[in-house]
């Protein structure tokens, strides 16, 4: 992710600190302590909001769309953590005004967006629970966000909304409110382009899918990926593609898709030439860049050969130095748009394909990149995560440094890491919701 986008989020939590310091007349420095928490919780909450939004200018500050979905999942982690500090910090100041039914209401909102953000905050990050449960409850997050909003410009609080820091408060929550709005656009109402199914093509068991714009063409780069939303009935739900090809004058786009769940499976089985599809995008900076000096290694896994197919069909026929493209697969029938990577290869001089066959008892390591690099190299992969970990360990004993390992984490649900994270979310519901006999 870009340091600028990180800088931006830090601050924006650090400057309503000063505005708190210079609040006079308060002495409970703990319930001020605790608002300043709400407010820093309400910031990050409206900042995954707008990263939600995948708007033009995200990926400018942020940085590539998958490091983008990772700052957005852990700005809502921290927010809850720091909800739930607010929570159980008391944050009432007395003598700061009368309450009231909207400020009776204010507290309730409070309390429902703690619960209610407690739970979708959990089935957020358990990736076992089906992504079309995931999704709606993901959306449903916003709903608890507007409600943490109304809490904070109705509750009694040592500052008026009128003020410096009630304003700048207001502003991120508006933002938010916003961003919450645009993503429960449909398709069809953001910006996207429209394009039909022109050719459907089986190739070493994925479905290569190639569309034709109805109108305006998205522009992109070879390893850039977009989101598609199909009109066939089932298919509508958005998710993310690599686009396998390269950018083409009839403004054609192209991606190859694995059965690899629910969805990917129907995908190849429904679609039909002639349908249509919303396309966003395009996102990502997994861009091929030719070092000046250092060895060129691409390494794919399965269906992660996608973006290198779009790379080698780009490259000129006199390529100046060499490209080695490593392949993980399970064996060459298994091999998605096989056929085309052949014929990069015997178009392009200089650009070398090692088929890592499973089926053959074959693993690729460390060792035999770095004996293929020679001396130090730049490297570019896209495949399952355990190869990228195990290679980037391997690599990292023989000199490769990380910032010459380029990758996207394409899998944009993930979770933390944090097996405890359920039980320890459900015992603290629980113990809010049963008090004690």
Not at 1 to 24: E, H, Q, T, V
Not at 229 to 246: C, I, K, N, Q, V
Request: charged content about 15%; glycine content about 8%; aromatic content about 10%.
């Amino acid at each position: 992710m870009r340091a600028a986008g990180l800088i931006a989020i830090i601050l924006s939590c650090l400057i309503p600190a000063w505005m708190f310091l210079n609040i006079p007349n308060v002495t409970n420095s703990g319930a001020l302590f605790s608002q300043y928490i709400g407010v820093v919780a309400l910031i990050l909450m409206a900042w995954a909001q707008m990263m939600a939004t995948r708007l033009p200018g995200i990926e400018a500050l942020m940085g590539s769309m998958d490091r983008v979905y990772v700052l957005h999942k852990w700005s809502g982690i921290i927010a809850m953590a720091a909800i739930l500090f607010h929570d159980t910090l008391d944050a009432e100041i007395d003598g700061r005004g009368r309450e009231n039914a909207l400020s009776d209401l204010a507290e309730t909102l409070g309390e429902l967006s703690l619960y209610g953000l407690l739970i979708l905050v959990v089935i957020s990050v358990a990736t076992f629970i089906p992504y079309h449960l995931w999704k709606w409850t993901h959306k449903a997050m916003g709903s608890f966000f507007a409600a943490g909003t109304f809490h904070f410009i109705f509750i009694q609080k040592p500052f008026d909304n009128t003020s410096a820091l009630g304003l700048y408060v207001l502003v991120f929550c508006g933002l938010g409110v916003v961003a919450y709005g645009v993503t429960l656009l449909p398709t069809s109402m953001r910006r996207s382009a429209a394009y039909v199914v022109e050719t459907i093509r089986q190739t070493g068991g994925a479905t290569e899918i190639t569309m034709s714009p109805k109108g305006r063409a998205i522009k992109f780069q070879p390893g850039q990926f977009a989101i598609f939303s199909f009109g066939t009935a089932g298919l509508a739900e958005p998710h993310p593609y690599s686009l396998s090809a390269p950018a083409a004058d009839d403004g054609k786009l192209q991606i190859t898709v694995k059965a690899l769940g629910d969805y990917t499976y129907r995908l190849g089985r429904d679609l039909s030439v002639g349908d249509t599809v919303r396309v966003q995008g395009p996102f990502g900076r997994f861009v091929r860049r030719a070092p000046k000096s250092a060895s060129e290694i691409w390494i794919a896994g399965g269906i992660g050969i996608t973006p290198f197919v779009a790379w080698a069909e780009a490259l000129p026929n006199d390529l100046p130095r060499p490209v080695t493209l490593f392949w993980c697969v399970k064996s060459a029938q298994h091999a998605p748009q096989l056929d085309r990577i052949n014929a990069a290869v015997n178009r392009v001089a200089n650009l070398n394909l090692v088929l890592i066959s499973s089926a053959q008892a074959q693993r690729l390591d460390a060792d035999q990149i770095a004996s293929t690099a020679g001396g130090r190299a730049k490297i570019w992969f896209c495949g399952p995560a355990g190869l990228r970990q195990s290679l980037q360990k391997g690599l990292s004993y023989r000199g490769v440094s990380a910032r010459d390992f380029h990758f996207e984490e394409f899998e944009f649900r993930t979770g933390v890491g944090l097996k405890k994270l359920a039980a320890w979310v459900a015992k603290r519901v629980q113990a809010k919701l049963i008090p004690a006999e």
